[in-house]
């Protein structure tokens, strides 16, 4: 496998792109990079400091100062990110901090000064997933995709998602972190969500999980064969 291969997954909450990006990854013997953790490991550090979403100087000096480490492992493991060293998990997918997280998502300087940190961790190849992967973080990547699926599957699908992991959440907070984010994250300013430019969607609401890394995978390896 070509050191440098990246290949991106975008699309919004609940379509399933951790799942099969994790599948791809470990079938490409490549690394695993979920680049909103980024986003969700500086929203708990945000927190701890009592910093707000009111308050974008001081949650762009901490994005820049923050140290964070992502798990690139496809197989997963006990933490997702470290933060100054402290391992984190489940406090990653908080709904409480919806609105923060929005906000941090919004703000230039901080996808600024993340998007060298996400650049680092797919630097030696990977498969990549989030919200601008394709159109952004890895605008050269050789094969791009863009999941999606009904408001409708991606709520129960996240709902699904965070019970497993033992977090229950009402449902005006799960609204918040799927369908307001979407529209929110669609909408900003910089770096919204979009189809990348030569990207292959796909609608994952009536197949499955493997089906759709089948799909993928197909696809990646055709492209590669031409490379």
């Known amino acids: 496998m070509n050191l440098v291969t990246v290949i991106t997954i975008d699309g919004p909450a609940g379509v399933g ?8 990854a470990a079938e ?19 927190a701890a400091a009592q910093i707000g979403p009111e308050e974008p100087k001081e ?3 901490l994005a820049q100062e923050f140290k964070v480490e992502v798990n690139t492992d496809p197989s997963v493991g006990s933490w997702r990110a470290r933060v100054d060293g402290r391992p984190l998990d489940l406090e990653l997918w908080d709904p409480r901090l919806a609105t923060l997280l929005a906000r941090i998502a919004s703000l230039g300087p901080v ?7 996400q650049r680092e961790a797919g630097a030696r190849g990977a498969v990549a997933v989030g919200r601008d992967t394709g159109t952004v973080v890895f605008p050269s990547a050789l094969c791009k995709f863009y999941l999606d699926a009904s408001p ?12 497993s992991r033992g977090v229950e959440t009402p449902d005006e907070l799960l609204l918040e972190e799927v369908v307001d984010r979407d529209r929110r994250d669609r909408t900003r300013v910089n770096s919204p969500l979009k189809v990348a430019t030569g990207a292959m969607r796909v609608e994952t609401g009536s197949i499955t999980a493997a089906e759709v890394v089948e799909e993928l995978l197909a696809h990646c390896l055709r492209r590669m064969g031409s490379a």
């Open 17 to 24: 792109k951790t799942t099969v990006g994790r599948a791809l």
């Open 28 to 46: 490409l013997h490549l690394p695993f990079v979920d680049t909103g953790i980024f986003y969700r490991a500086l929203a708990v550090a945000a």
């Open 59 to 61: 949650l762009t000096t």
């Open 152 to 163: 409708e599957v991606r709520l129960q699908r996240r709902r699904d998602e965070l019970a």
């Open 111 to 117: 996808r600024e000064a993340l998007l060298t940190r």
